[in-house]
C-alpha cells in the first residue's frame, strides 16, 4: 500500500489567520492572462467585476464566515530549508510549525478567492451603506479558517478533483427540498432563509413556490411526480413565465405567494393540466420536449384564449402555436431587449466612450439591422 497518497488526513494543520495574512492567487486558472501576476489590489478589483459577490457579501454580513468552509493556502515566501521536505516530516518539525503560526508569515490562498475577496471588500467599508456590519461580524471575519498546504504543488490533486471532476452539485429539486426543510421543519420563514443564504433573487421563495405546487398535485391528485422531481428546472421555468402564472391561478408578484393557500381551489384543474402538458399523466404525453419549448411555445399559447382552448381539447402544442400569433410575439421581445441593452449601451459609451471591439460590434449590429430591413440574411 502507497505510504502516501493525496487525500491521506492529519497533515494538514487548520489554523486560524488574520484576513492581513492572505493574499489573492495571483496565477488562479480562472483568471486571464492579462490579469495573472498582478498584485492584489488589481486582482480584487477583477474579481469583484467578474464575479457577482453582493449575495456571498450579504450571507457573510448575516452569518459571519463559516468555518465548515475553510480557505486553502500556501505559505507565501516558504523558506528554503522547508521545501521538498516530505508533509508528513513537516507536521511534526517544531520550527515549520512555528513558522506557519507566526503573525508575521503571508499566505497566498488557492481554493477561496472568492470568499476572500469578499471578506477584504466587506471589511473595508465598501458594502457598508446596504450591508451594515455589526461587531460581532466584523470581528468573525477579521480571523478565518485556512488549511495549509506546504507548496502549491502538494494542493493540485485536491485542486483538480474539487474543479475539474467536482463532487455533484445538489440538483434543482434537492435544493427546493433543503429550502422546505428548513421552513417546514425548523419553522423559518421565506425571508429568514433567503438572508441566511444571501439570496438577493427571490430563488428560494421561487423554489419553495415550485415545491408547494408538486405537494399539490401529490394530496389532489395522488399525481406520480417523479418526472416533476427530475426534471424540476422545466416548473421553475416555467412559473417565471406571467402568462404561465396567470392559467394556473398564481399571484404575479412572487413577493405576494401565500404558501398555505398557493393557488385558489378552482384553479385547480387547470394546475394539473398544466402538469400534464409538462410532465405527461393520464395517459396524455407532455408537449413540452425541452426547456426553450416553455419560452417559445407555451408562453404565447397561454396569452391567447383561442389557443388555449385548442391546446386544453387536442393536447397539441404545435397545432395551438400557430393560433397564438406567438412568432410576432416572440420577435417583439427580441426587439424590446435589443432596445433595452443599446439604451444601456448608449449609457456607457457616453460616459466612457467607444473602443476599438466597441466599433467592431457597432458595425455588425448596423448591418443586422439592414438585413432585418431588407428580410435578408447576411
Not at 19 to 34: C, G, I, M, T, V
Not at 334 to 355: C, E, P, Q, W
Request: glycine share 6%; with cysteine.
Amino acid at each position: 500500500m502507497k505510504n502516501n497518497f493525496p487525500g491521506k488526513g492529519r497533515k494538514r494543520p487548520q489554523l486560524n489567520i488574520s484576513h492581513s495574512q492572505l493574499f489573492l492567487d495571483a496565477y488562479n486558472p480562472r483568471l486571464p492572462e492579462k490579469i495573472q501576476g498582478k498584485a492584489d489590489p488589481d486582482l480584487l478589483k477583477y474579481i469583484k467585476k467578474a464575479y457577482y459577490l453582493d449575495e456571498l457579501a450579504q450571507s457573510m454580513s448575516v452569518n459571519g464566515y463559516l468555518d465548515e468552509e475553510p480557505l486553502v493556502a500556501i505559505p507565501l515566501n516558504m523558506p528554503a530549508k522547508f521545501e521538498g521536505v516530505e508533509e508528513d516530516e513537516l507536521k511534526v518539525d517544531e520550527n515549520y510549525i512555528n513558522f506557519i503560526n507566526d503573525p508575521s508569515t503571508n499566505f497566498t490562498v488557492v481554493e477561496g478567492n472568492r470568499r476572500l475577496s469578499t471578506v477584504k471588500i466587506l471589511l473595508s467599508g465598501e458594502f457598508s451603506k446596504y450591508m451594515p456590519l455589526d461587531d460581532e461580524i466584523r470581528e468573525d471575519l477579521e480571523i478565518l479558517p485556512v488549511i495549509i498546504y506546504p507548496e502549491r504543488d502538494t494542493v493540485l490533486t485536491y485542486l483538480g478533483v474539487r474543479h475539474i471532476n467536482p463532487v455533484r452539485k445538489w440538483g434543482a429539486y434537492e435544493k427546493a427540498r433543503y429550502v422546505a426543510q428548513m421552513i417546514e421543519q425548523h419553522k423559518i420563514s421565506v425571508d429568514q432563509v433567503q438572508k441566511r443564504i444571501g439570496d438577493t433573487s427571490n430563488s428560494a421563495r421561487k423554489t419553495y413556490t415550485c415545491y408547494r405546487l408538486i405537494q399539490l398535485m401529490e394530496e389532489q391528485f395522488e399525481y406520480d411526480s417523479q418526472e416533476a422531481k427530475e426534471n424540476f428546472s422545466f416548473l421553475m421555468l416555467a412559473t417565471g413565465q406571467g402568462a404561465v402564472k396567470r392559467y394556473i391561478g398564481l399571484t404575479e408578484r412572487w413577493n405576494d405567494i401565500d404558501f398555505d393557500n398557493i393557488i385558489p381551489v378552482e384553479f385547480y384543474e387547470k394546475l394539473k393540466r398544466f402538469f400534464h402538458w409538462i410532465y405527461g399523466g393520464d395517459s396524455k404525453k407532455a408537449v413540452i420536449l425541452e426547456s426553450r419549448d416553455i419560452t417559445s411555445q407555451l408562453s404565447p399559447v397561454l396569452n391567447n384564449p383561442e389557443s388555449i382552448k385548442y391546446l386544453e381539447e387536442y393536447n397539441d402544442l404545435e397545432g395551438a402555436y400557430e393560433r397564438s400569433d406567438g412568432d410576432d410575439l416572440l420577435l417583439n421581445k427580441y426587439f424590446a431587449n435589443a432596445l433595452k441593452n443599446l439604451d444601456k449601451s448608449l449609457i456607457l459609451v457616453v460616459d466612457k466612450g467607444l473602443n476599438d471591439e466597441g466599433e467592431i460590434y457597432l458595425q455588425k449590429i448596423g448591418k443586422r439591422i439592414e438585413s432585418i430591413k431588407n428580410h435578408t440574411i447576411d
